[in-house]
């Protein structure tokens, strides 16, 4: 989407507000990427599995992934905000069906 949110007829100010936005959130792909790499899969064939602590480890990487979906939500939420009406339904026609709504990935 930011492809396309670039691609419209942004004022100087709009466009410093999502270069803003961009900096702010580079920190946290760093972050997604390592949140990603916690959690290993549980071996069900290892032994005697502490089934609290599997189902403890399944919950984290679904609340990872429930924050993951979140953070997208309020970045687009964000972008859309510093658009004018007639820029937002600009970018709804460029954008697939499918872009246009928050789905889970």
Do not use: C, W
């Not at 709009?14 to 997604?32: D, T, V």
């Not at 949140?35 to 679904?62: M, N, T, W």
């Not at 924050?67 to 954008?95: F, G, M, S």
Request: net charge positive.
């Amino acid at each position: 989407m930011m492809l396309a949110v670039e691609s419209l007829d942004l004022t100087p100010e709009q466009r410093s507000q999502l270069e803003a936005m961009k900096a702010g959130h580079r920190p946290n792909k760093q972050a997604k990427g390592q949140k990603r790499g916690q959690g290993s899969s549980v071996d069900l064939f290892a032994g005697d599995i502490d089934r609290q602590a599997a189902h403890a480890q399944i919950d984290s990487r679904y609340q990872n992934r429930l924050e993951r979906a979140h953070t997208r939500l309020d970045r687009t939420l964000d972008v859309l905000a510093i658009l004018t009406p007639a820029q937002r339904a600009e970018l709804k026609a460029e954008l697939k069906p499918e872009q246009r709504s928050e789905r889970p990935r």
